[in-house]
């Protein structure tokens, strides 16, 4: 833009054409193809125009010759003249246009990369949907492979069981016995069981070693009723032989009801002609069981089974040598309470010393977490003068006059500057709070641990003192009856 006092041969008098673009079309002005351009993340900031306006300047009038020797008008009159310096310049006019281009190069650009991750994300979900397809077929294909092996183990059970119920039935026994150590065996159990309620906490858990002391004291129990009670045992043991036979026989049913269900929806595919919508099936979750359950059902039913045919070979053989069988049953079960309690010693030992070993490693993660902690308040700290100096700037900038408020390259990176460090203060901040966080819980953890261990060595000292009152078992004359 030019000032009063400028000859005719201004740039605004003539025709003055730009190296950069050609001449704009008459119809339109500079001032209104102009668009506002935004920086990223700049909030808010109002399109760029000159805040200076020039003054218009009275000019007094001037004779034709003194204004032009020669007699010729002037080129431009003084009042069209004045008018002129409220406009635009040529440097504005390139500016917008440049700006304009840069706006719309960038918009093209950001338009690209989104079509071309649309096409991605569409290929992705393609691939996915398919890939999914894939898995729930192979899962189904799976699933009728784990039903298949449990109908196999199901009915061979199945079979066995009834046999063994049938040669059950038909056994009779007849059984005379006489048993004056067990009685001492049996307290010895009773008080084991009674010095581990003693045990605190999750340490009071119902162990191997319980179930076997529980076990030996029923074993003692029914040594000593043995001989007048077994045939009310052999009618007891079949009644649970049938109880086994009918679990067996449910979930045999279910099995072969579930092969089916499952061979059907394997078979389907996308072009079948009984598949449709059903809507919110996915939300309605009716199953009763996860697979390591629905497995564990059946080998339960498996092992109940089992352990009914078991007890009636046991009865059976129980009928021909009752003492025998009844002074082995009770070494036998008192050498497993033995390894139990050995096995459980040692897991208890065990325990107690990853417990010290992992009370070790919390303290000293807690010494360095404290150390982070004190490097991230530090370095939060260091974050604040960069942040005061960057917004001190801008606010010094502010107070530029006039068109020198412009938005330049310095403004710019300030901008950015300011964001940035306040973005990352807050990451800090947010860093030091999970920081904290975790020291609370290293620190709940090391309570935690340190209580453990004291419940630890209490039940390792009293299984140790259990261990001390089980060093001696009758031998075999005296478990027979003979004195």
Same mark, same amino acid.
């Given at each position: 833009m030019e000032f009063l006092g400028t000859t005719q041969v201004a740039s605004y008098c003539g025709t003055q054409k730009s190296c950069l673009f050609p001449d704009p079309a008459p119809t339109s002005t500079t001032k209104d193809s102009y668009q506002s351009y935004y920086l990223p993340g700049y909030r808010y900031l109002s399109s760029w125009r000159p805040s200076l306006l020039h003054r218009v300047v009275s000019v007094p009038p001037r004779s034709a010759e003194?204004?032009?020797?020669?007699?010729?008008?002037?080129?431009?009159?003084?009042?069209?003249?004045?008018?002129?310096?409220?406009?635009?310049?040529?440097?504005?006019?390139?500016?917008?246009?440049?700006?304009?281009?840069?706006?719309?190069?960038?918009?093209?650009?950001?338009?690209?990369?989104?079509?071309?991750?649309?096409?991605?994300?569409?290929?992705?979900?393609?691939?996915?949907?398919?890939?999914?397809?894939?898995?729930?077929?192979?899962?189904?294909?799976?699933?009728?492979?784990?039903?298949?092996?449990?109908?196999?183990?199901?009915?061979?059970?199945?079979?066995?069981?009834?046999?063994?119920?049938?040669a059950l039935e038909a056994a009779k026994k007849r059984l005379e016995c006489a048993i004056g150590e067990i009685q001492g065996l049996m307290k010895t159990a009773v008080e084991c069981l009674y010095n581990r309620e003693k045990r605190k906490e999750v340490d009071l858990v119902h162990d191997d070693v319980e179930k076997n002391l529980i076990k030996e004291v029923d074993i003692y129990k029914d040594c000593q009723e043995i001989l007048a009670k077994l045939a009310q045992r052999i009618?007891?043991?079949?009644?649970?032989?049938?109880?086994?036979?009918?679990?067996?026989?449910?979930?045999?049913?279910?099995?072969?009801?579930?092969?089916?269900?499952d061979v059907k929806c394997f078979n389907l595919r996308n072009t079948s002609d009984s598949i449709n919508f059903y809507c919110g099936v996915e939300k309605a979750d009716g199953t009763v069981s996860v697979p390591a359950t629905w497995a564990k059902f059946s080998e339960d039913n498996v092992r109940c089974s089992q352990h009914a045919r078991a007890s009636s070979v046991k009865l059976r053989e129980d009928t021909e040598v009752a003492l025998e069988s009844t002074s082995e049953e009770l070494w036998n079960q008192f050498v497993s309470t033995n390894l139990a309690f050995n096995k459980r010693i040692a897991e208890v030992a065990d325990v107690k010393n990853k417990l010290q070993t992992q009370l070790a490693k919390v303290l000293q993660e *807690?010494?360095? &977490?404290?150390? =982070?902690? +004190?490097? #991230?308040?530090?370095?939060?700290?260091?974050?604040?003068?960069?942040?005061?100096?960057?917004?001190?700037?801008?606010?010094?900038?502010?107070?530029?006059?006039?068109?020198?408020?412009?938005?330049?390259?310095?403004?710019?990176?300030?901008?950015?500057?300011?964001?940035? *460090?306040?973005? &990352?203060?807050? =990451?800090? +901040?947010? #860093?030091?709070?999970?920081?904290?966080?975790t020291l609370q819980m290293l620190l709940h953890n090391k309570s935690k641990l340190e209580h453990d261990i004291s419940v630890k060595a209490n039940s390792f000292f009293i299984d140790k003192k259990c261990m001390d009152m089980r060093k001696t078992f009758p031998c075999t004359p005296r478990l027979i009856g003979y004195t």
């Open positions: 003194q204004f032009s020797p020669t007699g010729r008008p002037p080129t431009v009159l003084s009042t069209l003249r004045s008018a002129l310096h409220t406009r635009y310049s040529t440097r504005d006019w390139h500016r917008a246009n440049m700006v304009q281009l840069k706006g719309s190069e960038a918009s093209r650009y950001w338009a690209g990369r989104l079509n071309t991750d649309c096409s991605r994300m569409m290929q992705d979900k393609d691939q996915l949907t398919h890939q999914m397809q894939e898995d729930s077929s192979r899962n189904l294909r799976e699933r009728i492979s784990n039903i298949d092996f449990w109908r196999t183990e199901l009915t061979y059970e199945l079979e066995c069981l009834l046999k063994e119920t049938h009618s007891h043991q079949l009644g649970i032989n049938r109880d086994a036979q009918h679990a067996l026989e449910q979930d045999l049913s279910d099995k072969n009801s579930a092969h089916v269900i *807690i010494f360095q &977490t404290e150390d =982070t902690i +004190k490097l #991230l308040e530090r370095s939060i700290m260091a974050k604040e003068y960069p942040l005061k100096v960057a917004q001190t700037r801008l606010q010094g900038r502010a107070r530029r006059p006039n068109i020198e408020l412009c938005r330049d390259a310095p403004q710019f990176q300030l901008v950015t500057e300011v964001y940035t *460090i306040d973005d &990352t203060i807050q =990451t800090l +901040k947010k #860093l030091l709070q999970e920081t904290h966080d």
